[in-house]
């Protein structure tokens, strides 16, 4: 056991230097932004948000399963999860402007002040992740998994996920790098609440327009 955590500990110190030289050898190369920097769901994103609202729409359960109050409660909520998994998936949305970083979510967008962020990394499911002064971990968006740089690479596609990374963290860092301006509600994009509409109205015409 005493072997495998000197290895893990091994394995991180390893990554974090390896972090630290990709992020000086990029600084110079790095332009300041000249506005909002926003981070969207890209193809393979809204793929798989319409990929999993058409397995429900296919196979998910119908109103007439729902023999009690506590059956439709269950369903009903079941749905709202749907549709929010949807949108999660779809329009997940990250925006850096001079302020901080906005994120997309339910009902309105999470700030993050530059001066509260003291990490950005790329986790291994692909989400990136933000560390704070007072130690909370906030999760936002859905890249491509390390473990597919390889394929990536193979196939030429970029590994936006780690780039993405590595840019939010200079901003961190560097606050000349950052937008000179805030975001407009335009570029912050809508809540997830008000797009949950389009699946949740696709599931009600399933359920009682089609049959």
Known sequence: MRGVRQESREARRTRRLGRERRLAELLPHMPPADGPVVLRAGWGGRA?????????????????SGESPGDWIVLVWAALVWAWLCCRMALWRI??????????RWLRPRRLPWDRIRTVEHRRDG???????????????????????????????????????????LMVRQPALRPPRAATGREAGLPLLVWSAVPLGLLVADWFLVG
């Open 95 to 104: 925006v850096a402007d001079a302020d901080g970083v906005l994120v997309r």
């Open 48 to 64: 798989a948000g319409a990929a999993f609202a058409a397995g429900m729409l296919l196979r998910g359960a119908e109103p007439g």
């Open 127 to 169: 989400a990136l992740e933000f560390g704070t002064a007072d130690g909370e971990r906030v999760i936002a968006g859905a890249f491509a998994p390390p473990a597919l740089r390889l394929l990536l690479r193979s196939l030429r596609l970029p590994a936006t996920g780690r780039r993405a990374a590595d840019r939010l963290a």
